[in-house]
């Protein structure tokens, strides 16, 4: 049974950082691509960052790239969202989602199965 669950989110202040863990069971997360998503109060879901089946292919939304950071440690089967230079607008609940297709996209149509996610705030 495919399972992913979020951790590491909290109330950071602007300019902190944060790293998200994506805890992954029921299959290997080196065998898939992996995404990171976020959705802010209000707003729809959208993609932020996503890293391929061999972690050699990264991809990152415009309004993050340079501040955030995808890996995967596939010792613990887990995918990371490091982070940095926080601002009140990066605050939403963050979801990880894995997808069978062999793409490596932010596209959330794409992806098959989701975590419940995990709220990250930024505020002073």
């Known amino acids: 049974q495919v399972q992913l669950v979020e951790s590491g989110g909290g109330l950071v202040q602007p300019g902190g950082s944060l790293r998200l863990a994506c805890a992954a069971s029921g299959f290997n997360v080196e065998s898939y691509t992996i995404g990171w998503f976020r959705q802010a109060p209000g707003k729809e879901r959208e993609g932020v960052s996503c890293?391929?089946?061999?972690?050699?292919?990264?991809y990152y939304a415009d309004s993050v790239k340079g501040r955030f950071t995808i890996s995967k440690d596939s010792s613990k089967n887990t995918v990371y969202l490091q982070m940095n230079s926080l601002t009140p607008e990066d605050t939403a609940v963050y979801y990880c989602?894995?997808?069978?297709?062999?793409?490596?996209?932010?596209?959330?149509?794409?992806?098959?199965?989701w975590g419940q996610g995990t709220q990250v705030t930024v505020s002073s």
């Open positions: 989602a894995v997808t069978k297709r062999w793409t490596v996209t932010i596209d959330l149509a794409e992806y098959d199965y």
């Open positions: 890293i391929s089946t061999s972690g050699a292919t990264t």
